[in-house]
């Protein structure tokens, strides 16, 4: 099991930039892809964008596509989810999950950094 600590979350003006961290301990991240999820007040979770476990891919949610870019540094054990033209529909508490190179599932999460937009 891994251990995901987000950070980086706050309160910005439309239009700002956010880059959100996402540090691992316990296991190294090279074995796992990773993801981006956000959860906003009364809605579902939804999927931002993944990154596999060698950084050679990435995918994006349409709105994310564009604006938000995912990077992993595995070396720092790290993941990290650049926002830039932010919209106050991005506000959300944002998630990073962790799912082994061989599992169809992300079963490591963190407890989330809250991104509020002001328009």
């Known amino acids: 099991q891994v251990q995901l600590v987000e950070s980086g979350g706050g309160l910005v003006q439309a239009g700002a930039s956010l880059r959100l961290n996402c540090a691992a301990s316990?296991?190294?991240?090279?074995?796992?892809?990773m993801a981006w999820f956000r959860q906003a007040g009364g809605k579902e979770r939804e999927l931002v964008g993944t990154?596999?476990?060698?950084?050679?891919?990435?995918s994006y949610a349409d709105f994310a596509k564009g604006r938000f870019t995912i990077s992993r540094d595995n070396a720092k054990n790290t993941v990290y989810l650049q926002m830039n033209s932010l919209k106050p529909e991005d506000t959300a508490v944002y998630y990073c999950?962790?799912?082994?190179?061989?599992?169809?599932?992300?079963?490591?999460w963190g407890q989330g950094t809250q991104v509020t937009v002001s328009s």
């Open positions: 999950a962790a799912r082994y190179f061989t599992s169809r599932d992300y079963t490591d």
């Open positions: 316990g296991r190294t991240l090279r074995a796992y892809g």
């Open positions: 990154i596999s476990w060698s950084a050679g891919t990435t």
